[in-house]
Nanobody, 123 residues
């Protein structure tokens, strides 16, 4: 059973920064991603990074503000979030999938999920 453990959420003022981290158990080669979900909304894709070469893809609203990176040796992924806005407030989830790096923007592609970490951006 794969476990994803997230850390780094919290409360920050608009314009500030937060860094989220996620560590995956096991030795499989995971493509990893971050999603978020605000109350009443569907779970929204933010960014993904493939195993190996680390190909990245971002949702348009976070391009230039959020950066995803990974440490393959530690099976971990990080989401650096800058210039945060109140509308970024949500529960943030780490996700992982094995296999080819296809459909990385779809939540239905991922088999493994973290428990979520709250990010609150005050105005």
């Amino acid at each position: 059973q794969v476990q994803l453990v997230e850390s780094g959420g919290g409360l920050v003022q608009a314009g500030g920064s937060l860094r989220l981290s996620c560590v995956a158990s096991g030795r499989s080669r995971y493509n990893m991603a971050w999603f978020r979900q605000a109350p009443g909304n569907e779970r929204e894709f933010l960014a993904a990074i493939s195993w190996g070469v680390g190909m990245t893809t971002y949702e348009d609203s976070v391009k230039g503000r959020f950066t995803i990176s990974r440490d393959n040796a530690k099976n971990s992924v990080t989401l650096q979030m800058n210039r945060l806005k109140p509308e970024d407030t949500a529960v943030y989830y780490c996700a992982a999938k094995t296999g080819a790096p296809r459909d990385l923007g779809s939540r239905f592609s991922y088999s493994y999920w973290g428990q979520g970490t709250q990010v609150t951006v005050s105005s």
